[in-house]
T-cell receptor, first 116, second 114 residues
Framework: AQTVTQSQPEMSVQEAETVTLSCTYD???????LFWYKQPPSRQMILVIR??????QNATENRFSVNFQKAAKSFSLKISDSQLGDTAMYFC?????????????FGTGTQLKVEL | EAQVTQNPRYLITVTGKKLTVTCSQN?????MSWYRQDPGLGLRQIYY???????DKGDVPEGYKVSRKEKRNFPLILESPSPNQTSLYFC?????????????FGPGTRLTVT
């Protein structure tokens, strides 16, 4: 079974600054996907960024980028130029590449607050 | 517009009164899942379905039932709700292969059982 750990329940950052959210996972799978989801106060689950485990290059989506360390089983999210709209709960999630019905295994989340 | 819809969005009920939360997707996705979200626990999978008439248990299936009679619909049934089923519920759908595993989530259903 897979586990995902987010060790930072809450974080805060000043507007325009950079913040990094940490995530570690445990799996015996060699091929899988990793995701970061954002959940704003509206409760909608929004996909922020994804990483395929077989790709060495770190994924980037505008101000969001990841630091994927496969050997260390670490998958951190960096948010640059933080904006007030980035205030949300952020979940790290794991999915096997095949089988398992596309099940997502989530971490417990990090509540990020962006302050003026 | 591609979307997953859930109804109702909010529900307050009493212990033991059967209820159904509906989920529908318009993307012709094979895979559909139900998750519950609880503070400090993240989201946990309740049940999933890989196609019509094919369903299986997730991590927390006790107290829930599902059915998949049509590809687009995947209702969640609580035969005898209890207060420990008070939670935020999400339905999600995805293609069986490809699309890099992207899942589409519904807007959530806030359920309170008193």
């Amino acid at each position: 079974a897979q586990t995902v750990t987010q060790s930072q329940p809450e974080m805060s950052v000043q507007e325009a600054e950079t913040v990094t959210l940490s995530c570690t996972y445990d799996t015996s799978e060699s091929n899988y996907y990793l995701f970061w989801y954002k959940q704003p106060p509206s409760r909608q689950m929004i996909l922020v960024i994804r990483q395929e485990a077989y790709k060495q290059q770190n994924a980037t989506e505008n101000r969001f980028s990841v630091n994927f360390q496969k050997a260390a089983k670490s998958f951190s999210l960096k948010i640059s130029d933080s904006q007030l709209g980035d205030t949300a709960m952020y979940f790290c999630a794991f999915m096997k590449h095949t089988g398992g019905g596309n099940k997502l295994t989530f971490g417990t989340g990090t509540q990020l607050k962006v302050e003026l | 517009e591609a979307q997953v819809t859930q109804n109702p969005r909010y529900l307050i009920t009493v212990t033991g009164k059967k209820l159904t939360v509906t989920c529908s997707q318009n993307m012709n996705h094979e895979y559909m899942s139900w998750y519950r979200q609880d503070p400090g626990l993240g989201l946990r999978q309740i049940y999933y379905s890989m196609n019509v008439e094919v369903t299986d248990k997730g991590d927390v299936p006790e107290g829930y039932k599902v059915s998949r009679k049509e590809k687009r619909n995947f209702p969640l049934i609580l035969e005898s709700p209890s207060p420990n089923q008070t939670s935020l519920y999400f339905c999600a759908s995805s293609l069986s292969t490809g699309a890099l595993g992207e899942q589409y989530f519904g807007p959530g259903t806030r359920l309170t059982v008193t």
